[in-house]
Structure formats: C-alpha cells, structure tokens
C-alpha cells in the first residue's frame, strides 16, 4: 500500500502517513512556468494500492487538476487500486439543478475523478449523502460526528444541550449528532423570505431558551448562515451558542465574521488546511481529523468494515 499526496493539504496527508506508519510515497507535484500541473512518482507503484490525499479546496480548480493528474499518473504507472482521498470532496453544493440550463457540477467532478482512473473515493461528510450515487465506483463517506461529539462532552459536560441545524437541510447531520450527546434534543433554525426584497427572517424551531446550543453544518463558508443562525438563537433566549463544522472553508471575510459573532467558539477539522487568520483566531479551535481517515485507510486497505467505525 502507498499514500501519496497532492499539495492542497500537506499537513493532513503528513498527519495520515504518520497515523498510518507508512512514509509519504515520493512524488513531485509541480507547476509548468505556465502554471500547467506536473507530477512525478520517484518510486515503483506497480500493482500497488495507492491512496491519494487531496482536498479539492481553495484554489479548487488548480486542486483538482492535481488530483486529476496524480491519478492519471499513478494509473499509467499500473498501480493495482487507486483510492482518490477527498476528505473535502468541492463542488459538491452544486449538486443539484438550482434553476433552468444550470450545471451539476458535483457530477461533473465525479465523472472526471473516475475517468482519470481511480477505483474508489472515500470522502468526510459529503454535502449530501447522495452524492455517493454520482460515482459508479465504492464511494465511502466518513462522518466528523463521532470526533465532534467526543469534543462535545469533554468540553461541555453535556448538560443542558440542544443540538441545532443551521437550515432544514442539515436536520439529518443534526439529528445523528444529538443521538450521540446521549440524544440531546433537537432545534432547527428556518431562514424565510416571504417575497423578494423584503429581508430574511430567521424562525426558530424548537424552545432554545437557557440552553447551551451546538450548531452543526458540513460547511463554512462565508459565514453568513452560521453567525446569523446564532444571532437568531441568542435572540431567542439561549444561553450559549458553540458551533461545529466539518469543513472551514472560511472564504473572504469569514474569520473576521466569526471573530465578531456571538459564537463562543467554532470548531472545524482541518479536511482543509486552516490559513494563519484562521489559527490566529481565539475563536476558532481546529480538531484533527487524519486518525479518522487513517483509520479509513487502513481499513479499506485490509478489507475489512470501515462502516463500523461509526457503531
Ligand atoms: C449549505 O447548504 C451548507 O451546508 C452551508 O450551510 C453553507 O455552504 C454555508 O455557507 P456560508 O458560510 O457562506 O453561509
């Protein structure tokens, strides 16, 4: 078995080839003067099965170019299996037709990592379960929600919690987390526009009043649906909001938005590379993630049940 890795989060795959005992297979993964990607395997992957470790992040087009042509070499060097390790699989929010001659491009980037040869993906907390059904190879999709509530209970001493969901989109990843706190109950918050124009209201469901609040959500971006959904829960009588998210996105402003939110604290894994702002930021706290990937791996590797890591 080999790990390589493309350069969209070096630290992570680092954190899984320790985890994992196994050195980082030697590779360059380079640019042309004209920016074109370039890659180089220094060693034999002949009949080998080659894990690739790629975030498809910020930049997101130059990072899964990368991913696209590690494993187009590694398929050209006949490497035996080829898994494309996307622990943040982008585009995948355009999963869906949003409105008339739109794309899914979230289709389109599984169409692509399949057609440049790999045998399988294994991802953490896809969009949108479904997502899976886009590739015609085993797809595996790890949940952060274990890490998150162990991290949970040792912070918050588990009493007196409500579990929220940002959106009515989210209530399944909500939910699964509440069953693990020992099965805390449950609020979403529902953004409305009534008609165009007139600006969002931000409903409640569920009584939040003197409860401590941990929202979930797979992805920050902006920030704007999380600060104002603990803007909307504070407004609504809670007594703390601390947020989870598995991915910290954390695009323009965000650091800054989160910085002056009424969040006590978000916690992101870093499937993405966190930037200076963001470890810069009292407010932001990073749990790793690479022992649940590693752990995946190796698994995967050994053929034997990944799913149970989640019973
Ligand atoms: C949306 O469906 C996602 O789960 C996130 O809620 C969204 O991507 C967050 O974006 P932003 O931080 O820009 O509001």
């Known amino acids: 078995m080999k790990l390589m890795a493309g350069n969209s989060n070096l630290p992570l795959a680092r954190a899984i080839a320790d985890y994992l005992q196994l050195p980082l297979t030697k590779a360059d993964v380079r640019r042309f003067a004209d920016e074109e990607v370039f890659v180089e395997i220094h060693e034999n992957v002949r009949g080998e099965d080659v894990f690739v470790v790629q975030s498809t992040s910020y930049p997101a087009n130059d990072n899964l170019m990368e991913l696209l042509i590690c494993i187009d070499a590694l398929r050209r060097a006949s490497a035996r299996r080829i898994t494309a390790v996307t622990p943040y699989f982008g585009y995948a929010r ?110 409640v469901i569920g009584d939040v009043s003197g409860r401590h609040c941990i929202l979930i959500d797979d992805i920050i971006d902006s920030g704007g649906t999380l600060c104002n959904a603990a803007q909307a829960l504070i407004d609504h009588g809670a007594a703390s909001v601390a947020a989870y998210l598995t991915h910290g996105v954390l695009s323009g402003k965000a650091v800054e938005r989160v910085a002056g939110s009424v969040l006590k604290e978000l916690v992101i894994t870093d499937t993405i590379q966190p930037t ?21 791996i190796r698994r995967i590797a050994d053929e034997s049940s990944v799913s149970s890591l989640f019973d």
Do not use: W
């Not at 470890?279 to 690479?290: D, H, Q």
């Open 276 to 296: 200076e702002a963001t470890l810069a930021c009292a407010k932001i706290r990073v749990l790793p993630i690479a022992p649940l990937v590693g752990e995946a």
């Open 94 to 203: 355009q999963d869906r037709k949003p409105g008339p001659r739109t794309p899914i491009s979230a289709k389109l980037v599984a169409n692509l990592v399949t057609q440049a040869g790999a045998d399988r993906v294994l991802a953490v907390d896809l969009h949108a379960g479904q997502i899976q059904g886009f590739f015609d190879i085993p797809t595996d999709n790890l949940y952060a929600a274990p890490v998150m509530a162990a991290d949970v209970l040792e912070h918050s001493g588990g009493d007196n919690l409500m579990v929220v969901s940002p959106d009515v989109g989210g209530v399944v990843r909500a939910r699964a987390l509440a069953k693990r706190l020992n099965n805390a109950p449950l609020a979403i918050v529902d953004k409305r526009r009534d008609r165009p124009g007139v600006s969002e209201v931000m409903n």
